[in-house]
């Protein structure tokens, strides 16, 4: 910068460019010169009607560059009053790019894009004046023309600041200027210095300032003229940009509130980023500095270097001599970080005149025992757990289920499901992998053994093995198509991917498996290819994309040569392609198939077994083809050196015995290719097996199959080949031995039901595919298989016959026996009709009789004891109508007396005789649950043991009830069975378990429900289980669905159990619970009312019992009995008058067990009985006040069944603390926003989402490797809740809660032993938990709210906490499995007044830094507990502390971020005597730099040398800081304020969303960038909404505002385009019309606007709903003569009196007609709050139907139909509706509301789901144009889902 020189220290820019004489610059329109009285110099007038007509331009040919490189630019000039005025200043940047920053006071909000800034400029007033008085009163300036007491102000812009913080640039230089009409110029100028226009040169000199400071006063030439004696600020106004403190707005250029006093410096800030700045101290310290200089500056170590622990205090007492507290070894790297932020006025104990940093020396005599009395000394152990454990034999309560997994999946019979392309070899040859829908199935080939691969939820679509068979990768079906890589012989995933594909069609692993390549869809169905990197997978590492490309061409296969990782080959329909990677790139090259150019290609395989050093041009690749070709490639020349053709197979026949060869004639479709050594093998369409010899010159081996082969591998020795056939056959060809080995047979289809023979453990299954088969469980091999044109839909074994019955979709009943493989008997239509499908087949349990049902309500009985089954009787109208109780429907008592089944209609359950179909009760289940607002229907029965007389039904409202097969009488009732209703059922024989299937889950209960967790649930089907069973010997359990699964049962038999069972063992928590007597409990389940005997009415609804919830029966039998071993600790821990709640006997600390170190001067530990009253400081978390809590009882889906899935989370909560972690050494970056954390690494690909919580998140914390997150929130028992987060996973691996209120802090210890949470100040605790098991090991409850805690980053046992009433040091102590925590309390000292400790952080194991609530930084000797320094970092609280090395990071309310230098801070021993002015030397704590935020500082994370971190702010923004090149980049940004609506632009590209802070922000839909943000001051915006147009240079914005006005934006110029106001009110919602000829608005008032986007105009006004706010308008295209009206579009608006009209327009036309009018009557509504709004929306597959829901006699969304005049559809609603939304692309509805539940409706089937992932109501909902993605907004959370189906 030597040639720059010239620029010192200032440039005047009208004499650098010699401007009066006009040849550097130029003037245009009214520019003159004038003497000006005030400043008694000339100065430019420029005037004029229009400000761009009239101005001064420097440079003047715009292609020059005034290239002034000064960082602060000055403007002296003086608005016109009246008028308005505008200033350009062209800037560049580093990267050559040109920026404008223009400042006018006719600009009414903020505007900025990547190459614009725009500011407004808020005139200030004459001091004393009335206007002065308004602004002042208004806490901002004058918006708009300048006031005529306008004066004249001195500005100054730092060009660097601005550039860094809006648009991330660094400045380069000024390249031009242009001053617009109308305003009066005096002069302008540049500087590295910031000039003070209100000190003379004089008070300059005497105050110290030196341009070596980076200051200075205003030259001469450039100051205003001061009267004698008189101040500055008194006459003139001098405004800098960016300006300091909170005032408001940010984003505006406008004068300071206070003024300084005359003869002093400027109150304005050092520059935002300075010099480092020096600060003055008393002698005595520097005399302590330079000694400690003298100790250990010699000895320093390098930055990055670990130091080691030499001294440890003793852990009893205060030493009485100690060794300096400094260590050799100085600085080295820490990975603890602290966080914060609030606002504390005060008024500090010295003037700083100089705004430096003031240091404070406390006396450092030794301790006293008055100073020993300050402190506080804790220490706890938390009370053992009563645990309830068997003893003597004598066996106590159990808690669960037992064993815990009840069920093991032991083996599947299937093969196959989205492909039977798939299926492996492994390296030995000694068994088989390959697909089984969602499972992976590997099969021993020796043993028949299968294990299981379990993890993915849909359909496995492709496999590929690595050359050594070490690595396993695996690919999903579906849009989220997800790609695993397992280790195959440890069978664990090791990576978990995104394939970036719909679906995968083919996986290929490079020989060595470092390369993975996968081929599939993109969302436009366009193939492509990617290729990821897996070399380090198996060491923990991640996969990364190699290389991605889009082809046109279609690929079928593709493989990795095994020769070399980067070379590729692919087929498919009219294209073979060779591939190579190179430079990160993929690249291909077709081979020329001349003539074969149209052909089909199926697959390709090199020639293996070969040496791997043959050169790769010598190597042949073979492919396969459709009409029979099979082709050999040249590798090297890329062209087809031999086809050759494989003829029909009847031709081998035919042709004298010959064995086939290639010849001419029709080919045969060849599927797939396997070439080894020596052979090569084909499977092809004729269900043929081939091996041929590489010359292919006869088939010298041929298996047949039953179907098409769609697969054949050849094993690695070439030995055995294996086959796959399309309709679910796995085998393989033994050469040696010439046999083939059938592996495995499946169905093709879903399976519908199966009945097992218990003597022959056989078992028999129909499915949809139309076949019926018998299996061996034994071996898992088809025995038999019937195949029929009828379609079978259930079957039935005779209990002791080899016979079995199997009913069919016709309403046929057929009987096999199975001995002779004939049928005995076919029974068609027994009710002399055309039957309906058969719905249930059961055999009596001694073989007599069998019975069957049909879909058309008909129930048969037949002569099972003779062969033909003749029929005994038929009932018609007997069963329930309908086919969803299939296959199942009849259930017989195992005493063979009653057959059961649902019937005469659902609502009805019937007993009957079995053996004459006589009734003998009827039960109507309709009844039993007087409360539910809904009628609940049968839909399976089971008996269980004949001893218990009961019948278990399955209802439409997912309950099971217990009824009394003698009374009908309801004996329990267990709700909430699964998330789906409940499918099949089953008992087993001894009657202790219950087995349930519901959707794709299985569940084994207790029969009893006497556990406090009644159930044990299991997965693996990727469809709805059809059925369920016990085996008849009890040992298993069998599901089908998509196959045969089954599962070993491992309950204990019944008669090891222990006879009797002791009362269970208490712990204090039941001992609180009230609870009745046995005989009472015994009354209550069983006195529920006697029912009549055709309707049984209950007295009283039954107890229910939900799913993971204590039964209350058990509870009553816990209370009422105690232990005599259990210690009582209630009279201790609260008075009997006042029982503390049951939950906090698990915090309850013995204080008195172990004595304090200070015996006279303890703390007490327990509350005091005062009501505990929140810090003044804004570090201190407290929740965003919620206006209505969640819904508990909502069940979120499935995994894997979600109709929709979280995409993106847009925003960050300031309103956390500490809730953003940083890991750089491992790329993790992590932060939450409302209830989720998002989880990104910075070198991966898209983020996770971290769904646990319910609650608003207050902080995070994670291990020092990274790999487990903790994160805290509330919950709704009042109790935090802290979820433990595996980060690789992301799922939770457990969640603990401790704290009552929230939690304030989250760390974990330097060697991620242990882990610490800190309470709020309604419960101070501090919890020590073991950070492997996550146990509670020891809880302290302080006097005082705690704000941070941090672990020592050199000693794992060492800790400190920080809150009100001072530092708390802590010590952990272990004694055996007991660990305990010392505590001792510090008050902060004296000479900071009354101050909270508001943040800490370590230097070095002996050093502490703490912040206060007023800006201070104290430096602590830990070993002595005495503070030795302070100084004055910031003039508000610091909520933020930082160290690493010689680097001090504080981050404020302030909204500044300051480095200090701290390499000198001195760290004496506490009893030397230092006489500071007897010792020499300098100390001093250096400022190095600082930047100012958009908001207060909540969390911070850095790097080893605080050179590189993230920053969080109140404002919702996470920043990016890099100080070495003092940058600023926003990483995630979001709305701070509520947000009031989300718009999608047609096109789906971008979104808008508004909030209440005037903003409006358009982001980028694909990346969720911001792009442009327009503001406007002091008004809320309500609604946001684009015009029709898609392109972008033609998409505008129009959003409504609080004052009435309509501001329409245009997008390709970030504009403002136009400025509407057609209400006096607020605008509710605004909307563009269907062609965009109008704008459609609507007001608080009712009053709906038709105005003109091209004129501004207002058309039209609708008063119709005059009275009443309009919360919704939508508008569609329909042409509308079919409701006899004219016009091409239609509207409605819906008001919050319950209104809703309907209107026809042709706005082209200017015609508008009301089409219809609705009015929903309603009850008054007596509630506090407001009542739910009225919502109606068009739907948008018919616009003829109309969907309204609001405040209502019941909660529900309405369906009205235009045409038919009336109400076609109701779905009831839990709760009222906040938002509704329609979907374009499907029958979907999403439904918000205050109990944050989005509930996703299935219009047409009315199926629903639940997501619940917001933190409070939901406020708006919105489907994309094309349905495809959906919006959901909760006060400032905007969360994107991408929509499935439902």
């Not at 697969?711 to 010439?738: C, E, K, M, Q, Y």
């Not at 998330?979 to 099949?984: A, D, L, M, Q, V």
């Amino acid at each position: 910068m030597a040639s720059k020189g010239w620029e010192h220290p200032y440039v005047n820019v009208f004499k650098h460019v010699k401007l009066e004489e006009w040849k550097r610059s130029t003037k245009e329109g009214d520019v003159s010169t004038r003497m000006n009285k005030t400043l008694r110099c000339s100065v430019f007038s420029i005037r004029g009607p229009v400000p761009t007509n009239s101005y001064i331009l420097v440079p003047q040919d715009g292609n020059r560059s005034l290239g002034l490189t000064g960082r602060y630019f000055y403007l002296l000039f003086r608005p016109t009053p009246g008028k308005y005025f505008v200033v350009h200043l062209d800037v560049s940047t580093k990267e050559n790019q040109v920026v404008r920053i223009s400042f006018s006071n006719m600009f009414k909000e903020f505007k900025s894009t990547s190459t614009w800034l725009q500011f407004p400029f808020l005139c200030g007033a004459a001091k004393d004046s009335v206007y002065e008085t308004t602004a002042r009163a208004a806490r901002h300036g004058l918006v708009g023309p300048a006031p005529s007491s306008v004066r004249w102000t001195c500005l100054m812009l730092d060009l660097q600041q601005i550039l860094s913080v809006y648009l991330d640039c660094c400045y380069s230089s000024l390249k031009s200027i242009k001053l617009c009409a109308n305003m009066a110029v005096k002069n302008m100028c540049t500087s590295d210095l910031l000039l003070d226009p209100g000190v003379s040169f004089s008070e300059a000199k005497l105050a110290g300032l030196a341009s070596s400071r980076g200051t200075g006063p205003m030259p001469r030439e450039m100051s205003f003229p001061l009267p004698k004696g008189g101040s500055w600020h008194d006459f003139y106004d001098y405004i800098r940009f960016p300006s300091e403190g909170t005032k408001l707005p940010f984003d505006s250029i406008q004068k300071g509130n206070s003024q300084p006093e005359a003869g002093l410096i400027s109150s304005q800030r050092a520059p935002i980023r300075e010099e480092p700045r020096f600060v003055d101290v008393s002698e005595a310290v520097q005399a302590r500095v330079s000694l400690i200089q003298q100790l250990t500056a010699p000895k320093s170590l390098l930055r990055n270097q670990m130091p080691s622990v030499t001294n440890v205090p003793d852990v009893g007492g205060v030493p009485t001599s100690q060794k300096n507290g400094c260590h050799d070894d100085d600085d080295h790297q820490r990975q603890s970080s602290s966080f914060g932020s609030g606002r504390h006025t005060f008024t500090p104990s010295c003037d700083a005149e100089d705004g430096g940093a003031h240091v404070y020396l406390h006396a450092e005599d030794r301790l006293s025992e008055d100073e020993e009395s300050e402190e506080e000394f804790v220490c706890t152990r938390v009370p053992h757990p009563v645990h309830l454990t068997s003893s003597n034999g004598k066996g106590e309560k159990e808690t669960k289920l037992i064993p815990d997994p009840i069920l093991r999946l032991s083996r599947i019979i299937g093969f196959g499901g989205a492909t039977t392309k798939c299926a492996l070899w492994t390296k030995s040859g000694d068994a088989v992998v390959y697909p089984c829908h969602a499972i992976i199935v590997s099969l021993t080939i020796s043993s028949n053994q299968q294990s299981f691969f379990i993890g993915h939820t849909e359909k496995v679509s492709a496999l590929a093995f690595d050359g050594n068979t070490t690595l396993l990768a695996s690919a999903q079906t579906g849009s989220h198509s997800v790609v695993r890589v397992w280790n195959y012989h440890k069978r664990n995933c090791l990576a978990l991917f995104r394939s970036h594909a719909h679906s995968l069609l083919t996986l290929s692993f490079s020989y060595g498996g470092g390369l993975l390549c996968g081929v599939g869809k993109d969302r436009h169905n366009k193939t492509m290819v990617v290729v990821w990197n897996t070399l380090n997978v198996g060491k923990g590492g991640e996969v990364t994309i190699l290389a991605k490309a889009h082809t046109d061409v279609d690929i079928l296969a593709m493989k990795v040569a095994f020769f070399d990782e980067t070379r590729m080959v692919s087929c498919g329909q009219d294209n073979i392609r060779l591939w190579r990677m190179r430079s990160g790139k993929l690249r291909s090259c077709p081979v020329d198939l001349g003539e074969f150019h149209s052909v089909s290609f199926t697959d390709v395989a090199f020639q293996e077994g070969t040496s791997f050093n043959l050169h790769q041009d010598d190597r042949t690749l073979y492919a396969s083809s459709r009409n029979g070709f099979i082709f050999e490639i040249d590798y090297s020349r890329v062209v087809i050196a031999n086809v050759r053709k494989l003829l029909p197979a009847h031709q081998q026949r035919a042709d004298r015995g010959e064995k086939r060869t290639f010849n001419t004639g029709p080919g045969i479709a060849i599927n797939s290719i396997s070439v080894s050594s020596s052979i090569c093998c084909t499977g092809s369409d004729d269900g043929f097996l081939r091996l041929w010899p590489l010359d292919f010159s006869t088939v010298f081996l041929e298996a047949e199959h039953e179907g098409p082969v769609s697969l054949v591998s050849a094993s690695s020795d070439g030995l055995w080949v294996l086959a796959g056939t399309s309709n679910g056959t796995l085998g393989f060809l033994d050469i040696g031995n010439r046999s083939y080995n059938t592996l495995m047979r499946s169905h093709t289809d879903a399976v519908l039901g199966f009945s097992m023979d218990g003597i022959r453990h056989h078992l028999t299954t129909a499915s949809s595919d139309g076949t019926v088969r018998v299996w061996n469980m034994d071996s898992l091999q088809q025995l038999y298989d019937f195949v029929s044109e009828d379609s079978p839909c259930s079957v039935a074994f005779h209990p002791s016959e080899q016979v079995f019955s199997c009913g069919f979709n016709s309403g046929v009943v057929r009987i096999f026996d199975i001995s002779s493989a004939k049928l005995l008997a076919e029974h068609k239509y027994v009710t002399h009709r055309h039957g309906g499908e058969v719905v249930g087949l059961a055999f009596s349990p001694d073989g007599e009789f069998m019975y069957s049902a049909d879909s058309q309500g008909s129930l048969a009985l037949y002569d099972a004891s003779e062969e033909d089954h003749r029929v005994i009787r038929v009932l018609c109208n007997a069963v329930a109508r309908g086919t969803e109780r299939a296959p199942d429907a009849l259930a017989v008592s195992r005493n063979n007396r009653c057959l059961a089944f649902v019937g005469p209609s659902e609502y009805i359950v019937t007993i009957a005789d079995s053996r004459s179909l006589d009734e003998l009760l009827h039960v109507d289940v309709s009844i039993l649950d007087v409360e539910s607002p809904q009628l609940d229907s049968a839909l399976k029965v089971c008996f269980s043991a004949a001893s218990t007389e009961q019948l278990l039904v399955a209802t439409s409202a997912n309950k099971i009830l217990w009824l009394s097969t003698q009374t009908g009488r309801l004996l329990r009732e267990v709700s909430k069975v699964h998330k789906h209703r409940c499918s099949s059922l089953a008992v087993s024989d001894d009657c202790r378990f219950l087995l349930t299937a519901g959707h794709n889950a299985l569940k084994v209960w207790d029969y009893n429900m006497r556990l406090g967790v009644n159930a044990q649930m299991f997965i693996g089907h990727s469809q709805p289980i059809c059925q369920v069973s016990f085996t008849p010997d009890q040992l298993g359990v069998v599901s089908v669905g998509d196959a045969v699964f089954l599962w070993d049962f491992l309950a204990h038999p019944a008669d090891s159990l222990p006879a009797s069972r002791s009362p269970p063992r208490l712990s204090h928590a039941s001992a609180l619970k009230s609870a009745k007597p046995a005989e009472e409990t015994s009354e209550l389940l069983l006195s529920n009312g006697m029912p009549r005997r055709w309707a049984p009415l209950p007295s009283t609804p039954p107890p229910r019992i939900d799913v993971g919830t204590l039964d209350q029966v058990d509870r009553g039998a816990l209370g009422s009995s105690f232990s005599d071993g259990t210690p009582t600790v209630l009279t201790a821990a609260a008075p009997a008058t006042e029982p503390r709640p049951a939950a906090s006997f698990l915090k309850v600390t013995e204080l008195h067990s172990t004595p304090p170190l200070n015996t006279g001067h303890t703390d007490t530990v327990e509350s005091n009985g005062k009501k505990p009253v929140r810090p003044d400081c804004y570090r201190h978390f407290i929740p965003r006040f919620k206006t209505s809590p969640a819904d508990q009882a909502a069940a979120a889906p499935q995994p894997g069944e979600e109709g929709v899935k979280l995409k993106a989370v847009i925003g960050y909560n300031g309103n956390g603390r500490g809730n953003m972690v940083w890991r750089p050494e491992q790329g993790l970056f992590a932060y939450s926003c409302g209830c989720v954390v998002v989880v990104e690494y910075f070198h991966a690909g898209s983020p996770r989402h971290l769904q646990g919580h319910g609650e608003e998140i207050s902080c995070l914390a994670v291990t020092n490797d990274a790999r487990t997150l903790a994160s805290a929130a509330g919950s709704g028992n009042g109790r935090s809740l802290v979820c433990i987060w595996d980060v690789q996973s992301g799922t939770c691996r457990k969640s603990v809660s401790h704290h009552r209120g929230e939690v304030q802090s989250l760390a974990f210890s330097r060697d991620d032993r242990f882990f610490l949470s800190a309470g709020d100040f309604s419960e101070p605790a501090v919890a020590l938990w073991s950070a492997k098991t996550f146990q509670l090991l020891s809880s302290v409850t302080v006097s005082g709210p705690i704000h941070d805690v941090a672990f020592s980053p050199s000693s794992a046992s060492q800790l400190a906490c920080v809150g009100s009433q001072g530092v708390y040091f802590c010590l952990i102590q272990s004694h055996g499995s007991n660990v305990d925590l010392e505590v001792r309390g510090v008050k902060a000292p004296d000479e900071l007044g009354e101050v909270e400790m508001t943040a800490l952080c370590y230097r070095l194991d002996s050093i502490l830094f703490t912040a206060t609530n007023r800006g201070h930084v104290c430096s602590w000797d830990v070993d002595a507990r005495h503070c030795f320094m302070s100084w004055e970092a910031n003039e508000g609280e610091i909520g933020v502390l930082l160290c690493r090395e010689n680097r001090l990071l504080t981050g404020s309310n302030t909204r500044w971020l300051q480095l200090w230098e701290v390499e000198a801070v001195p760290c004496l021993k506490p009893g030397e005597k230092v006489a500071g002015a007897e010792r020499g030397g300098s100390g001093m704590v250096v400022l190095a730099q600082e930047i100012m935020l958009d908001g207060a500082t909540v969390s911070a994370a850095f790097d080893s040398t605080v050179d590189m971190g993230v920053v969080g702010t109140t404002a919702g923004t996470l920043w990016y800081i890099n100080w070495s090149d003092s940058s600023s980049v926003r990483l995630v940004s979001g709305h701070k304020a509520k947000v009031n609506d989300v718009a999608f632009s047609s096109d789906e590209r971008h979104f808008a969303t508004c909030s209440e802070d005037g903003s409006v922000r358009v982001w980028s839909a694909p990346s969720n960038e911001l792009l442009v943000q327009f503001q406007v001051l002091n008004q809320a915006c309500g609604c946001v909404c684009w015009s029709p147009s898609s392109g972008l240079d033609e998409a505008c914005v129009a959003a409504g505002y609080g004052d009435g006005t309509l501001r329409i934006f245009q997008l390709a110029s970030s504009e403002m385009e136009m400025k509407l106001h057609p209400h006096q009110v607020a605008v509710t919602s605004v909307l563009y019309s269907a062609e965009g000829h109008v704008i459609l608005s609507a007001g608080k008032n009712g009053l709906v606007a038709i105005s003109s986007p091209v004129s501004g105009a207002t058309v039209r006004v609708i008063k119709d709903h005059k009275g009443a706010s309009v919360s919704t308008i939508q508008c569609v295209k329909e042409q509308c003569k079919k409701f006899g009206l004219e016009g091409n579009e239609m509207w409605l608006a819906a008001s919050a009196d319950r209104r809703v009209s309907l209107w026809a327009a042709d706005w082209s036309k200017n015609k508008c007609d009301l089409l219809d009018w609705l009015t929903f009557p309603a009850p008054a509504y007596c509630e506090d709050d407001s009542p739910p709004p009225s919502l109606a929306a068009i739907c948008p597959a018919d616009p003829s139907l109309v969907v309204y829901t609001g405040y209502g006699v019941e909660k529900e969304l309405l369906f009205y139909s235009l045409t038919k005049k009336q109400m076609i559809k109701k779905i009831a609603l839990p709760h009222w509706a906040t938002c509704i939304s329609l979907s374009s692309k499907s029958q979907l509805i999403a439904v918000g509301s205050k109990e944050r539940v989005l509930k996703l409706i299935n219009s047409s089937s009315g199926r629903f789901q639940n997501f619940m992932l917001h933190s409070d109501s939901l406020q708006k909902c919105h489907f994309s144009p094309t349905g495809t993605f959906l919006f959901t907004a909760s006060y400032n959370e905007i969360l994107l889902w991408q929509v499935l189906d439902l």
